[in-house]
């Protein structure tokens, strides 16, 4: 299944949104609760929104698929004239993770010459940052997955504008698959962990690169370079993990104007979804509705290239099985 959080124009459906959809193909959206109360003859709470049709659990998912293939008529929409929200619009939380080495060696190069560039002498500067190693992978990295917590209350969805935060000056993309929990998981072994997972959906982290910059030299943050209204983009839909057999072998994009940047995919992660999944589990219940980022792809950010977003930029991340996330950045406040 194709899932999406949606809100129907008043022409369309008489209920007000956001509402839990289907989508049952490039046209029509199927509303899954009314769906449901034609289907029983009353509402059914586990289709009221995204987050409980996750934590309803497998029965659930599996009435979810039943009311798809008899798709009533009356439960159905025009997809054009539905807005999409984020499909899980406040999830339990956001982890993101650091999982492909070329996005990792190119960042902190990055990282390193806007430090540079900082000083008197920039070149005197790469020169002693070489020598002390600063360009080199720390060894935790290649040893066990890591990641920070992001906002959880600052997603949207595709479609809905990013507002440039005060505080920046440069502003960035991130091209990356992400993970919804869909079980209690706690202490699960890598060769059961994928149990645990709903589904996937695409995440743009937006990102605030000279605030980053300043919180990462204390060695804390990312904060406030990724913590903004309208920071985590999600989207267009969440599609069950049934449908996704290999989420390690998608193809992804990014087009910015309609300019590829990066065309590649989804394999080589350092650390893989199970491993990430297990990791996190190690004494830590995690729950559903929590939702994993699986890490910038390899020139899958400005960032990389010392390139950043201007005001009225429109980003494309495409993942194959999942479709388009198309978010456009506004002028800064």
Known sequence: MKLITFVPSPAAHGAAGPRLGALVDSRQVLDLAQAAELHAGRADPRFASMLALIQAGE????????????????????????????PLPLPESIRDFANYELHVRQAIRSAMTLRANATPDPAAALQRFREAG?????????????????????????????????????MDYELELAVVIGKTAR??????????????????????????AKETSFRMGPAKGKDFD????????????????????????????????????????????????????????????????????????????????????????????????????????
């Open 134 to 170: 600063m360009f080199e992978i720390p060894q935790v990295w290649f040893d066990m997955p890591l990641y920070y917590k992001g906002n959880r209350f600052s997603c949207i969805g595709h479609g809905q504008p990013v507002q440039w935060p005060a505080f920046a000056e440069k």
């Open 59 to 86: 029965a659930a998912w599996d009435d979810a698929r039943a009311l798809l293939a008899e798709a009533p008529s009356a439960a159905l929409l025009d997809r054009a004239r539905v807005t999409l929200r984020a």
């Open 230 to 333: 309208t920071g985590n983009a999600f989207g267009p839909c969440i599609v069950t993990r049934d449908e996704l057999p290999d989420p390690l072998a998608l193809a992804m994009s990014v087009r910015v104007n309609g300019e590829l940047k990066v065309s590649t995919t989804s394999a080589g992660m350092q650390h893989d979804i199970a491993a990430c999944i297990s990791h996190v589990s190690r004494s830590e219940t995690l729950h559903p509705g929590e939702i994993f980022g699986m890490g910038t792809l390899g020139n899958g950010c400005g960032y990389e290239s010392l390139s950043f977003l201007a005001a009225g930029d429109v980003v494309e991340l495409e993942v194959e099985g999942i479709g388009i996330l198309r978010n456009q950045l506004m002028a800064r406040e």
């Open 187 to 212: 202490d699960v072994p890598p060769e059961r962990a994928m149990d645990a997972v709903f589904g996937y959906t695409i995440y743009n982290d937006f990102s605030a690169r000279d605030m980053q």
